[in-house]
């Protein structure tokens, strides 16, 4: 089908090129309109000229990115064919604009000229989105972030489901869709964790003083608790990690590495982890509670 389609353009391309150089003697109708209006040719002409961009530039489009995905062996959309409609959409609406100007017998120049103050106006009104489209195709080409990367940017972390010529779209471990405009990422810092060549899994949290024992000892709690999953999980790859120490407790970083990344599997062995050390932290929260306090009166209580 998607063939056929593309004949079919290919058919409507040549018949329009030809009726654009009077190679072809248009039908009755046409002609008739032509015989007694003498702009009935400007207009042919015209239409027949943006019909012959917006095929031409359709052609371009599928010509490429079929020829980027044979050549690299690629199905779904990366960064260069999402680069590619990004620069098929920008020149699509220039192009329309300049045909539609063409169409009412508009001179672009006498336009730009008599306009000048007007669109020096808008170019301040719309400079965040412009530098959002710019920073956009910035990313796109430059590689450093890709579609199905899994980031983390100020506060959020997830993976990157698309990119736009105005926003990255992230979905986090809640499968909410976040929007970040592009502008963000060239003044902020961004951790992407899928370009490190090890495959490390973080989980961060922090708990409190009293109700840790041992890091050696949480070490091995978390580590059984994920056992169902340790066919999935590198050998030796465990580790518990403080972070940093302060008064309302310790952070710490539970560390390992999968065999094969599946951000659902991930996603499960959090889920487990996270539930593990709720359960630990309730069941000492009920013997530390159940510990008397020192009367005001021993010796050595302040």
């Known amino acids: 089908m998607k063939y056929l389609i593309l004949l079919v353009k290919a058919i409507a391309l040549v018949l329009l090129v030809l009726l654009y150089l009077g190679e072809?003697?248009?039908i009755s109708l046409l002609a008739g309109l032509k015989a007694r209006y003498k702009l009935a040719q400007y207009y042919i002409d015209v239409v027949s000229g943006i019909a012959i961009f917006?095929?031409?530039?359709d052609f371009v489009q599928v010509l490429v990115v079929n020829f980027y995905r044979r050549r690299h062996r690629i199905r779904g959309d990366d960064n260069f064919v999402v680069g590619i409609g990004q620069i098929y959409s920008i020149v699509l609406v220039l192009g329309l604009g300049v045909g539609l100007l063409s169409l009412f017998q508009i001179q672009i120049r006498e336009v730009l000229t008599s306009l000048s103050i007007i669109f020096a106006g808008l170019v301040l009104l719309t400079k965040d989105y412009v530098s959002n489209m710019i920073n956009g195709m910035i990313m796109t080409f430059s590689g450093e972030l890709s579609i199905g990367d899994n980031i983390r940017i100020g506060q959020h972390r997830g993976k990157i489901v698309d990119i736009?010529?105005?926003?990255?779209?992230?979905?986090?471990?809640?499968?909410?869709?976040?929007?970040?405009?592009?502008?963000?990422?060239?003044?902020t810092d961004i951790v992407n964790f899928t370009k490190r060549e090890i495959k490390r899994t973080s989980l961060d949290f922090e708990i409190d003083l009293k109700y840790l024992e041992t890091v050696e000892e949480l070490e091995r709690i978390l580590i059984d608790a994920l056992q169902p999953y340790q066919d999935l999980i590198k050998e030796n790859s465990y580790y518990l990690r403080v972070a940093e120490v302060n008064r309302m407790?310790?952070?710490?970083?539970?560390q390992y590495i999968l065999k094969e990344p599946n951000k659902d599997l991930e996603r499960a062995i959090r889920r487990t982890a996270i539930r593990r050390l709720v359960k630990i932290i309730s069941g000492r929260e009920k013997f530390?509670?159940?510990?008397p306090e020192l009367p005001d009166d021993f010796p050595g209580h302040a």
Do not use: A, W
């Open 288 to 291: 530390v509670d159940k510990i």
């Open 164 to 187: 736009t010529l105005q926003n990255i779209h992230l979905i986090n471990d809640d499968d909410d869709v976040i929007y970040i405009p592009n502008s963000v990422f060239l003044t």
């Open 54 to 57: 917006l095929l031409l530039l």
């Open 24 to 26: 072809l003697e248009p």
């Open 249 to 254: 407790g310790v952070v710490m970083k539970f």
